[in-house]
Protein backbone atom coordinates (compact mmCIF):
# COMPACT_ATOMS: atom_id res chain seq x y z
CA UNK A 1 0.00 0.00 0.00
CA UNK A 2 1.63 3.45 -1.01
CA UNK A 3 0.46 6.75 -1.17
CA UNK A 4 -0.66 7.65 -4.52
CA UNK A 5 -2.52 4.14 -5.15
CA UNK A 6 -6.20 3.64 -5.63
CA UNK A 7 -7.61 2.76 -2.21
CA UNK A 8 -8.92 -1.08 -2.36
CA UNK A 9 -12.84 -1.21 -1.94
CA UNK A 10 -14.22 -3.01 1.01
CA UNK A 11 -17.53 -3.95 2.21
CA UNK A 12 -18.10 -4.52 6.42
CA UNK A 13 -20.15 -4.60 8.84
CA UNK A 14 -20.94 -1.88 11.66
CA UNK A 15 -21.47 -2.00 15.02
CA UNK A 16 -25.28 -2.12 13.92
CA UNK A 17 -24.37 -5.06 11.32
CA UNK A 18 -25.67 -2.35 8.45
CA UNK A 19 -23.05 -3.28 5.57
CA UNK A 20 -20.58 -0.20 4.65
CA UNK A 21 -18.75 0.48 1.71
CA UNK A 22 -16.40 2.35 0.90
CA UNK A 23 -17.05 3.36 -2.60
CA UNK A 24 -19.82 4.55 -1.53
CA UNK A 25 -18.63 7.11 0.91
CA UNK A 26 -16.24 8.54 -1.51
CA UNK A 27 -16.94 12.60 -2.28
CA UNK A 28 -15.34 13.16 1.17
CA UNK A 29 -12.25 12.66 2.71
CA UNK A 30 -12.03 9.33 4.80
CA UNK A 31 -9.92 8.32 7.61
CA UNK A 32 -9.56 4.66 8.37
CA UNK A 33 -8.39 4.29 12.47
CA UNK A 34 -6.98 0.83 12.46
CA UNK A 35 -6.90 -0.65 16.10
CA UNK A 36 -5.77 -3.93 17.88
CA UNK A 37 -8.52 -4.57 20.20
CA UNK A 38 -11.95 -3.32 21.75
CA UNK A 39 -12.21 -2.26 25.62
CA UNK A 40 -8.36 -3.38 25.60
CA UNK A 41 -5.62 -0.51 27.66
CA UNK A 42 -4.22 1.34 24.71
CA UNK A 43 -6.90 1.18 22.01
CA UNK A 44 -9.54 2.20 24.80
CA UNK A 45 -6.90 5.22 25.28
CA UNK A 46 -6.89 6.06 21.71
CA UNK A 47 -10.58 5.65 21.09
CA UNK A 48 -11.91 8.22 24.35
CA UNK A 49 -8.86 10.57 23.05
CA UNK A 50 -10.69 10.44 19.47
CA UNK A 51 -14.04 10.90 21.56
CA UNK A 52 -12.44 13.50 23.49
CA UNK A 53 -11.37 15.59 20.27
CA UNK A 54 -14.19 14.69 18.14
CA UNK A 55 -14.76 18.45 17.58
CA UNK A 56 -11.88 18.69 15.71
CA UNK A 57 -12.21 16.12 13.67
CA UNK A 58 -15.74 16.72 12.75
CA UNK A 59 -14.23 20.02 11.86
CA UNK A 60 -12.36 18.76 8.92
CA UNK A 61 -15.10 17.32 7.19
CA UNK A 62 -13.47 14.35 7.20
CA UNK A 63 -15.57 11.11 7.61
CA UNK A 64 -14.01 8.98 10.45
CA UNK A 65 -13.68 5.43 10.71
CA UNK A 66 -12.49 2.74 13.31
CA UNK A 67 -11.53 -0.63 11.80
CA UNK A 68 -10.59 -4.20 13.74
CA UNK A 69 -10.79 -7.86 13.27
CA UNK A 70 -13.56 -7.41 16.87
CA UNK A 71 -17.42 -8.22 16.33
CA UNK A 72 -19.69 -5.96 15.44
CA UNK A 73 -21.58 -7.17 18.98
CA UNK A 74 -17.76 -6.37 20.60
CA UNK A 75 -18.15 -2.69 18.45
CA UNK A 76 -21.86 -2.47 19.99
CA UNK A 77 -20.62 -2.56 23.27
CA UNK A 78 -17.05 -0.79 22.87
CA UNK A 79 -18.97 2.16 22.18
CA UNK A 80 -22.12 2.33 24.58
CA UNK A 81 -19.60 1.55 27.49
CA UNK A 82 -17.12 4.65 26.28
CA UNK A 83 -20.00 6.89 24.47
CA UNK A 84 -18.11 6.68 21.53
CA UNK A 85 -18.81 8.81 18.60
CA UNK A 86 -17.19 6.88 16.22
CA UNK A 87 -18.41 4.30 13.50
CA UNK A 88 -16.54 1.18 13.96
CA UNK A 89 -16.48 -1.84 11.57
CA UNK A 90 -15.72 -5.40 11.76
CA UNK A 91 -12.99 -6.95 9.76
CA UNK A 92 -13.18 -10.47 11.23
CA UNK A 93 -11.63 -12.19 8.85
CA UNK A 94 -8.82 -9.42 8.78
CA UNK A 95 -8.98 -9.11 4.64
CA UNK A 96 -9.22 -5.24 4.83
CA UNK A 97 -6.44 -5.54 7.76
CA UNK A 98 -3.95 -7.23 5.09
CA UNK A 99 -5.18 -5.12 2.46
CA UNK A 100 -4.26 -2.05 3.65
CA UNK A 101 -0.96 -3.31 5.04
CA UNK A 102 -2.14 -2.83 8.62
CA UNK A 103 -1.32 -6.46 9.53
CA UNK A 104 -0.08 -7.16 13.26
CA UNK A 105 2.54 -9.22 14.55
CA UNK A 106 -0.13 -10.64 16.22
CA UNK A 107 -2.00 -13.23 13.75
CA UNK A 108 -5.09 -12.45 13.21
CA UNK A 109 -5.48 -8.73 14.43
CA UNK A 110 -5.05 -5.21 13.46
CA UNK A 111 -1.83 -3.45 13.70
CA UNK A 112 -2.36 0.31 15.08
CA UNK A 113 -2.45 2.84 12.26
CA UNK A 114 -4.24 5.79 10.02
CA UNK A 115 -4.73 5.82 6.33
CA UNK A 116 -6.35 9.09 4.99
CA UNK A 117 -8.40 8.44 1.59
CA UNK A 118 -8.70 11.62 -0.57
CA UNK A 119 -12.54 12.61 -1.82
CA UNK A 120 -11.45 10.85 -5.51
CA UNK A 121 -10.88 7.38 -3.79
CA UNK A 122 -6.40 7.47 -3.54
CA UNK A 123 -4.65 7.10 -0.50
CA UNK A 124 -2.51 10.44 0.44
CA UNK A 125 -1.58 9.22 4.05
CA UNK A 126 -0.60 5.65 5.73
CA UNK A 127 0.90 5.09 8.41
CA UNK A 128 1.58 2.16 10.51
CA UNK A 129 2.51 2.20 14.18
CA UNK A 130 5.62 -0.42 14.33
CA UNK A 131 4.60 -1.09 18.19
CA UNK A 132 0.83 -1.12 18.66
CA UNK A 133 1.66 -0.28 22.46
CA UNK A 134 2.29 3.27 21.09
CA UNK A 135 -0.92 5.39 19.25
CA UNK A 136 -1.45 7.78 16.53
CA UNK A 137 -1.17 11.63 18.90
CA UNK A 138 -4.98 13.36 17.42
CA UNK A 139 -3.23 16.19 16.67
CA UNK A 140 -0.86 14.24 14.01
CA UNK A 141 -4.18 12.52 12.33
CA UNK A 142 -5.92 15.94 12.26
CA UNK A 143 -2.98 17.66 10.32
CA UNK A 144 -2.61 15.09 7.94
CA UNK A 145 -6.67 15.18 7.67
CA UNK A 146 -6.48 19.48 6.40
CA UNK A 147 -3.35 18.24 4.31
CA UNK A 148 -5.36 15.91 2.51
CA UNK A 149 -8.14 18.63 1.56
CA UNK A 150 -5.64 21.05 0.22
Sequence with gaps: MQVGEDAPDFVLKDENGDSWRLSENL????VLIFYPGDDTPV????????RDNWEKYVATGALVI??????????KKF??????????????TADVVKK???QSWIPGYSAR??????????????KVQPLSIFRPKDDEIIEAIRAAEK
Excluded: A
Design 27 to 30: GKTI
Design 79 to 92: IEKYNLPIKLLSDE
Design 113 to 126: GVVIISKDGKIVYH
Design 43 to 50: CTKQLCSI
Design 66 to 75: GISTDSSESH
Design 100 to 102: YGM
